[in-house]
């Protein structure tokens, strides 16, 4: 006798505690396997855009910061660097370095976080990413040092960063440098070659090169399908080009790939910091920036490689003090076009991890 | 580095293939007709030299007489980039035709845009709002939208 079974429709979030916050998937089911799916925007859209069109370029950067919230010195940054190039300021170099060194932290400090979670979702529930979170604290004792902030930094200004490091900065820096390659050995030993991670990451959800540029995607996503694309390289902003590091690729684009990628980046982004922090010189950290800015009326597009990817503005300036128009183009939200063609087909168990190995930010996607 | 290609020239040799589709190449952008969107698109990624196979963004500016829709496209095989513009009249009902076929990566960005702006993009294989819910009415990213 043939058992009929007919499919049914189940709602996933939007509060799920693997939906990295306040994501809804309309996920439809025949058994445990996935026939359908449609992911729901919007629970947390603040309509920062429409925000920023009524504030001061400078009153701009605290809505940046609430984008990707994990990593907001490199959403800081990605504005900044839109309204230099839009109104032609220019950085002195000691606040160059210390923008790239905060970004590489915060790199470090966002992929322990994806990293961490993406294990929640595989099934070792909250171990892993007690212990990642152990090391996150190191990095955002850092950046309070500096700040005075533990989570929405609000440190870059167009024409360079807030305020200067304090004397206890350099050598509390150091100290991390030199643990951090140990805790990364120390996951690499739990880790890497678990058995259990190889059965529920390796070979699940597959997304094609071809796939992977057609849907613009990038960041971790993308390079974990072998393409090399880091905007650090082959675009390089602030002083890249001075520092010495490698773009780690993934071979098949599959889920282990993506984690693979993001432990490997965190080596790039110590590696980075070192350099930095040998080669950091005296002097001012901002240039002469009017405290009301009014670039030409013109239009510019700013980029930089953030944690999940291409994070850029697009602004355009009519001559006054605010924008006229601001958009963000957010890499969460464009990783996550292909999410229906790559879970269609699995259980609902791996669709958790599918999703997971995104390590989306909802603050991003809806804006 | 990302070379951005000079537009004015791209805007000869798209304005050779398509009489008429360019209404002017600035210095940093091309402005193309609506009407052949989508076959300059097609040119713009077929072709061997452009290869134009990934669309970064694309958004849209209200200038009350018209929308602009730029569209910001890179090229990964020869590292450049362009900016390709288009404009749309009415407050009514603009349209657009949809870049989806081509790109899909335009697909949760036209949602968004016709979420926020209004403008309707023909052949966008699912057509809604997105940040929104169903029932909103109007399109707050307008100028001219009361709060």
């Known amino acids: 006798m043939t058992l009929r079974t007919e499919p049914f429709v189940i709602n996933m979030g939007p509060v799920h505690p693997s939906t990295h916050g306040v994501f809804r998937m309309r996920v439809t089911l025949d058994g445990e396997v996935v026939v359908n799916l449609e992911p729901i925007f919007g629970y947390l859209h603040r309509g920062i855009e429409k925000l920023a069109e009524e504030r001061t370029y400078t009153g701009i950067i605290p809505l940046t910061d609430r984008l990707d919230y994990v990593a907001s010195m490199t959403n800081n940054l990605a504005y900044c660097l839109s309204v230099e190039k839009l109104a032609g300021i220019t950085v002195p170099e000691r606040a160059e370095y210390l923008r790239v060194i905060m970004s590489e932290l915060q790199r470090i400090a966002a992929h322990l976080i994806s990293v961490g979670s993406f294990f929640n979702d595989c099934g070792a529930y909250f171990t892993p990413f007690l212990y990642m979170f152990r090391e996150r604290e190191r990095i955002v004792d850092l950046f309070e040092m500096v700040t005075g902030q533990r989570l929405l930094y609000n440190y870059m200004r167009p024409g360079g960063v807030s305020q200067d490091i304090p004397e206890e900065f350099l050598p509390a820096l150091q100290e991390v440098l030199k643990q951090m390659p140990l805790y990364i050995d120390e996951y690499e030993r739990l880790l890497k070659d678990n058995e259990i991670l190889y059965a529920r990451a390796r070979g699940v959800g597959i997304l094609t090169k071809e796939m992977a540029v057609n849907i613009g995607a990038s960041g971790p996503v993308l390079r974990g399908c072998g393409v090399k694309w880091d905007i650090r390289k082959v675009d390089p902003y602030s002083i890249y080009d001075r520092f010495e590091f490698d773009v780690p690729v993934g071979t098949q684009g599959d889920c282990y790939d993506r984690y693979r990628v993001r432990i490997e980046e965190m080596k790039q982004s110590l590696r980075i910091v070192e350099q930095a922090a040998k080669q950091i010189p005296d002097g001012p950290i901002r240039s002469d920036v009017p405290q009301l800015i009014r670039p030409p009326a013109g239009e510019a597009y700013g980029h930089l490689e953030a944690p999940t990817g291409e994070v850029g503005f697009y602004l355009v300036s009519d001559g006054s003090i605010a924008p006229y128009r601001c958009h963000i183009r957010a890499p969460s939200l464009m990783n996550l076009t292909a999410l229906r063609d790559m879970i269609v087909g699995w259980k609902v168990q791996d669709l958790i991890v599918i999703f997971g190995s995104f390590a989306i930010t909802m603050g991003e996607v809806d804006r | ?147």
């Open chain 2, 1 to 147: 580095m990302t070379t951005s290609l000079k537009a004015p020239e791209i805007g000869k040799q798209i304005q050779a293939q398509f009489a008429g589709a360019v209404i002017e190449a600035t210095d940093t952008a091309v402005m193309v007709d609506s009407k052949s969107l989508l076959n300059v698109m097609a040119y713009l990624k077929n072709t061997a030299g452009l290869d134009f196979d990934y669309m970064t963004t694309i958004t849209a500016v209200d200038y009350f007489q018209y929308f602009e829709v730029i569209y910001n496209l890179v090229s990964m095989v020869h590292n450049h980039s362009l900016t390709i513009k288009t404009r749309v009249y009415g407050r009514e009902n603009p349209s657009l035709p949809s870049v989806v076929s081509l790109w899909r990566s335009a697909d949760h960005q036209e949602r968004e845009i016709y979420d926020l702006m209004g403008i309707t993009f023909e052949g966008h294989p699912n057509m809604k709002r997105i940040v929104l819910w169903p029932e909103f009415k109007g399109h707050p990213q307008r100028k001219d939208y009361l709060r």
